[in-house]
């Protein structure tokens, strides 16, 4: 099941939750999925630039900056006329080309196939390993518990 899949989200929240599945999957794995391009008009090349991540103490304090992440930006037009736009992480330009198709192929008449080829099991493989990745962490929590003395 796609982790975005919510039949009341707005285009908007939908299409972030495929853009989300595609800056950060693996580029080998996105190229396998998608192997040949179809022909495209680059609008904007691949161009490697940095974001400043933010983050929250607790989730829920002030925001400060973390540091910078190194992303690659794409955007083209199909020949259809369906634009699309993708930043991935890293300095992959292969990557962000690949991505800024499936963006643009996911707002025309193919987007059913291409969610069901390339963006499910991009979305399902990353909850997996978020999954495993957390079991992991279970494994190593540590539960700490006082024990009642007798003289109270």
Do not use: Y
Not at 18 to 23: G, T
Not at 42 to 61: F, I, K, S, W
């Amino acid at each position: 099941m796609c982790a975005f899949a919510n039949t009341t989200a707005t285009g908007t929240e939908t299409r972030q939750g495929w853009m989300a599945v595609l800056a950060r999957c693996p580029p080998a794995r996105l190229a396998a999925l998608l192997p040949d391009l179809p022909p495209h008009e680059v609008l904007r090349a691949p161009e490697v630039g940095a974001v400043m991540v933010r983050g929250r103490q607790g989730a829920t304090g002030a925001p400060f900056n973390l540091g910078e992440m190194t992303v690659t930006r794409c955007s083209l037009r199909l020949e259809g006329g369906a634009v699309g736009h993708a930043v991935v992480q890293g300095r992959d330009k292969d990557h962000a080309r690949r991505a800024a198709v499936v963006d643009a192929l996911m707002q025309g008449a193919e987007a059913e196939a291409v969610q069901a080829r390339v963006i499910a099991p991009l979305a399902d493989e990353a909850a997996a390993r978020r999954h495993a990745r957390a079991a992991r962490a279970a494994a190593t929590r540590v539960e700490f518990f006082t024990m009642v003395r007798g003289e109270d």
